[in-house]
């Protein structure tokens, strides 16, 4: 009885690589976000291997275009590997790609505040900042010009509000969004102003971000001004500044919440004089 021999469609190598490179940037990704977020470590070694799996997720990339060529031109098998390997290192540089883009167009800053001339300081956050992180001074005339130029909407918030209900508006909105309140003081008549430390984390890598709020007594009610920096990095992807501008739309909500408008008061009819007659009658 003669024996058939199936002929197996031999796979293209290039493609066996280029997923298994692909499978090494997703997990090294992975792995450097985990240490990001739990601080088991320092966060540079953390970020130079998130770096190198991106840098490992464009080889793949390149690797499985020259497999697609090589399985056109000869005929292989290993079309899905390569499929695979692409799909997983465009998922990977996808957003990225899409921080570049923002960058060019954003000032290299990493400081936001609403008042330039007189930021909210960092008293307690100060204290907990590591060594390596980004200075609590504020960059100075400069960084704010570039601030007005790139975020012009970015500004204080003035209330009629008293500096009481205002520091409660502030104080619920950072509970609302989760921050780690580090410091909340109240506001006090004639002694001191109202302020409040938190901790912010970025909401892929968990990088940790510093925000300051302040609320001052005004004539006619309160200002409310903040803060939002990066600990590591001169540059932001404008992250601070959209936090910035979000918070002071949402304590800006609060107060407004604090007081419902009342319903407008219907017109009460005019009682007629006793004793007087309808001259149109006569």
């Known amino acids: 009885m003669a024996r058939r021999h199936i002929h197996s469609e031999s796979t293209s190598r290039l493609a066996i690589w280029a997923r298994r490179i692909a499978g090494f940037a997703f997990l090294a990704s992975i792995l ?4 990001v977020r739990s601080g088991l470590l320092e966060i540079w070694p953390a970020l130079a291997t998130f770096a190198g799996a991106l840098a490992m997720a464009v080889i793949a990339l390149l690797v499985a275009f020259a497999a697609f060529v090589v399985i056109w031109m000869e005929g292989l098998a290993g079309m899905g590997a390569a ?5 997983v290192s465009l998922a990977l540089l996808a957003y990225p790609a899409y921080l570049g883009m923002k960058a060019a167009r954003l000032p290299w800053i990493y400081d936001i505040t609403t008042d330039p001339i007189d930021p909210p300081r960092y008293d307690a956050l100060s204290r907990l900042r590591p060594r390596d992180a ?3 001074a504020y960059s100075g005339l400069y960084a704010a010009e570039q601030q007005r130029k790139a975020y012009p909407d970015v500004g204080p918030l003035a209330t009629n509000a008293t500096p009481q209900a205002a520091y409660d508006a502030a104080l619920a909105v950072v509970n609302k ?4 309140v580090v410091d909340a003081r109240a506001p006090q008549v004639g002694r001191r102003e109202g302020h409040i430390e938190a901790v912010a984390r970025t909401p892929i890598m968990g990088f940790r971000d510093d925000i300051s709020i302040r609320v001052r007594a005004e004539t006619d009610g309160a200002r409310i001004d903040a803060r939002s920096s990066s600990r590591y990095g001169s540059f932001d992807f404008g992250a601070n500044a959209s936090r910035v501008r979000v918070l002071m739309n949402e304590i800006e909500d609060a107060i407004r919440a604090q007081r419902p408008e009342r319903p407008p008061t219907q017109p009460t009819a005019k009682k007629s ?4 007659k309808d001259q149109s009658k006569k």
Request: charged share 20%; proline share 10%.
């Open 83 to 87: 499929l695979t390997a692409m799909a």
């Open 134 to 136: 980004n200075p609590i």
């Open 273 to 276: 004089t006793p004793g007087k």
């Open 32 to 35: 450097a976000i985990i240490i």
């Open 177 to 180: 969004r989760k921050w780690r």
